[in-house]
């Protein structure tokens, strides 16, 4: 039984581990932190194994506790002493490495800043669906909401996006 979870667990990091950091970045916007979230992730998995009904797929059950954990994170004492803002002139005045390169030009930068003043249920559906790639029937399963539900707050995400971009003077075609 414990060589049986010891693969799963093992076939379930190798799958998703990847994403399920890229999904945690994208809520609490500290490399290290989202690793954490996705090893407590992987932790509750393994040790609730034996509970997973298979009522969704694996990979919408792991979204579910890495959202769940970041959720909990975001919530906690502990962030809400984090200067924000400090965090963002850090980031981007210190690009090292690619990914960090990527996030540092200005339309990349304005697009996630106006992703972070989503609230958060168009935030996690938003995420879910592009950066996550789940489908829309994975997202609904993830978010236990329906599917049209979902349809409609990512395409109110999309709205909000495009008008926080709009009021930022964000020019689509723009060289600069």
Request: proline residues 2%.
């Amino acid at each position: 039984m414990k060589e049986h979870k010891d693969a799963c667990l093992s076939n379930a990091m190798a799958l998703y581990g990847d994403y399920l950091v890229r999904v945690c970045y994208t809520y609490v916007q500290d490399w290290a932190i989202a690793e954490d979230m996705v090893q407590d992730t992987f932790v509750k998995y393994y040790e609730k194994m034996e509970q997973f009904r298979e009522q969704s797929s694996v990979k919408t059950y792991l979204y579910r506790i890495a959202i769940n954990n970041c959720h909990s994170y975001l919530a906690s004492w502990r962030y809400k002493k984090l200067q924000v803002i400090d965090y963002w002139h850090k980031l981007i005045g210190h690009a090292v490495d690619p990914v960090h390169k990527v996030i540092a030009s200005e339309s990349d930068v304005m697009l996630v800043l106006a992703i972070e003043k989503l609230p958060t249920k168009y935030k996690d559906v938003l995420l879910l669906y592009h950066f996550a790639e789940l489908s829309l029937k994975e997202v609904s399963e993830t978010l236990k909401m329906p599917e049209n539900t979902v349809k409609t707050r990512l395409r109110r995400a999309r709205q909000m996006i495009g008008v926080t971009l709009q009021e930022e003077g964000f020019e689509y075609g723009s060289d600069s």
